[in-house]
């Protein structure tokens, strides 16, 4: 195994590990990472999608498992985000400008979660017409980013009180999978395009999902996962705007 291989496999199992314990499965973590070792950009999209269908079912089952799950909460967001998602990800817009307001608002997003990680809030059910028109939203973008979408849901859920963290981690792991495979759908044609090691790849992230998935849904506690939440949306938000 070369030096560069390892290190590859070494950085998206931290990134799975890491986003996997905040409900989300590292999409642009892992583009960060093979941005970082110089793969192709037409491998890069497909490829961070196929890593995210793995985690992301990891995750949703780890977190629904451990009971924290809400049907109830999670259809209204995804009715319209899965297509949408799949409209997404069969376009190729010039998204620069997009990107970088994307990035301002994540990493404004992970400040205010580090100000308010100890806070409580008084959760409400959110409005069924809002979920489903930001639900839409969110599906457009994640098909547009080659992300999961769970970076733009589940700090809403947390600053609107829709959901408590734990929560709204486990509605994000779902919505991230139905998305991400609606996204690797509308990207079919460059999945030809697949890097010969992406085994090595599903493994690792495989390994680094399911240990951040255990400690996320059953051992961490609400305010750190808003903590490890707010680094996530960061290197986020770092990576929309300077790659």
Known sequence: MSPELLILLLGVFV??????????????????VMSLMSLSPMMIKPTALSLNILVASITTWQFYRAGHFSWKLFWPFAILAVPLAFVGGHMALPVHVFKILLGLVLIFSATRLLMSAKQTIAVKDAPRSQAILAGGGIGLLSGLTGTGGGIFLTPLLIFMGWAEAKRAAAVSALFVLMNSISGLAGNIAATKSLPPYIISMLIAVALGGTLGAYMGSQRIESSVIKKLLAVVLLIAGLKLIFT
């Open 15 to 32: 990134v799975a590990a890491l986003y996997s314990s905040v409900g989300h499965a590292g999409a642009s973590g892992y583009i960060a």
